[in-house]
């Protein structure tokens, strides 16, 4: 038999095992680690709300006045006020029809797809699309196909394939990609996509996990920022990134949302997140929509251009990856830059295809400006 052991082992070999570090500070621009106090660069907390005393205090009150947990699934009697009013406030924030929460973003990316998409259906996904949404569209049994990063042409063709092979009447198509692409950073082409699948009838979903909060007016996400809100079917995003709190969700249409509810088993057979998240969840909204959200936003964006001009790189969001090819090279760069004092994690297969390892560096409006430039000019010094 297979021994764990050996699986360690293999990974290990070939400088791909990874290890939990243990942080023994709350989330923030800086944290402690073995007693020692590291510039953060590698959270997703993009506008620094998961520390923000206003988000932290309403999350407590919110915890005394609904208590602690939902106590069952939403469908039993776990939908509370609090859901259904969190529910209503994002869907009027991102001008959808509707949303519906889950408990995690990889939750409603995997439920949205399996529970949409099945053997009469095709999904076309972009090659750097997130695990959820694979691992989403593999669950759900249609027949997959994967176009190169933002490769309009090959999509194209794609949608011309599909649409011989699905019954209109029948099945559906369904393109998925993301609107900021998360090891990467870059942004996908939304509007030619809108007007790709447009041309064939197809569907489209796109991930805003890392728009969301940080791009468009108000944060809205990409898909805002190109006023093509309603052009696309299904805008899911995540609480647990610029929001700094925990949960995912879906935009879509009612008809399309009451359909998940009775289909998407993440939603269905697990257990609603605490109403006093979903109570936080609002105040958070509020936060980014508000002025805020648009200082917070402003400070991230000044520490994205500083950091970008002193590293000599490109960066189209709060996302900028050092790309240096070899695992063992990436291993090595966070570790000098963790000897100075700086969190920035080597991201490598099968995160990001083989070759592809690099530092993931992460802005955040509540960094220090100063500790910005610290990280550059220590990337610089890798050489
Ligand atoms: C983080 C992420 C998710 C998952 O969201 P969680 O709330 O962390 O589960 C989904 N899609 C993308 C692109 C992400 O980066």
Redesign the pocket.
């Known amino acids: 038999m297979r021994l764990p052991e050996d699986e360690l082992a293999a990974l290990e070999a070939g400088g791909l095992r990874r290890h939990l570090r243990r942080i023994e500070s709350g989330q923030g621009p800086v944290v402690t680690m073995d007693g020692r106090r590291f510039h953060n660069f590698s959270s ?1 907390d993009y506008l620094g709300l998961a520390s923000h005393p206003t988000l932290t205090e309403a999350f407590a009150g919110a915890l005394r006045k609904h208590g602690a947990g939902a106590g069952a699934s939403r469908l039993i009697c776990g939908t509370l006020g609090a859901h259904l009013d969190f529910e209503e406030k994002l869907a009027a924030f991102k001008r959808s029809e509707a949303a519906l929460t889950f408990s ?6 995997v439920g949205t797809l399996s529970a949409l998409t099945g053997k009469e259906d095709v999904v076309i996904l972009d090659k750097l ?2 695990a ?2 694979i691992d989403g569209a593999r669950l759900g049994g249609a027949t997959l196909r994967v176009f190169p990063h933002n490769d309009l042409d090959k999509l194209a063709s794609h949608l011309r394939w599909a649409e011989n092979r699905v019954d209109p009447a029948r099945g559906r198509v369904l393109v998925v990609t ?1 609107s900021v ?2 090891m990467d950073g870059d942004r996908a082409p939304l509007a030619e996509i809108v007007a790709l699948k447009e041309a064939r009838d197809a569907w489209l979903m796109v ?1 805003e ?2 728009a969301f909060g940080v791009i468009g007016p108000r944060g809205g996400g990409l898909a805002a920022e190109l006023g093509l809100e309603n052009r696309i079917e299904l805008r ?1 995003g ?4 610029a929001a700094g709190l ?3 969700y879906l935009c879509a249409s009612r008809a399309t949302v009451d359909l998940l509810v009775n289909r998407a088993r993440g939603f269905i057979y697990s257990t609603a997140p605490p109403p006093a998240l979903a109570e936080a969840a609002g105040v958070a909204l509020d936060l980014i929509a508000g002025a805020e959200g648009d200082a917070r936003r402003a400070a991230l964006w000044r520490n994205v251009d500083a950091f970008a001009n002193s590293a000599g790189v490109e960066a189209a969001s709060a996302i900028v990856p050092i790309l240096l090819g070899s695992n063992e090279a990436a291993l090595a760069a966070a570790e000098s830059l963790n000897a100075a004092g700086f969190l920035a994690p080597a991201i490598r297969y099968p995160t990001v295809p083989r070759g592809g390892a690099r530092l993931r560096v992460t802005l955040s409006a509540a960094h220090d400006p100063d500790a910005v430039e610290a990280l550059a000019a220590a990337i610089q010094a890798l050489g």
């Open positions: 997703n995690s973003g990889y939750a409603a990316a699309c997130h959820s949404l993301e692409f998360s991930d996990a890392h899911m995540t609480l647990s990134k925990s949960g995912g």
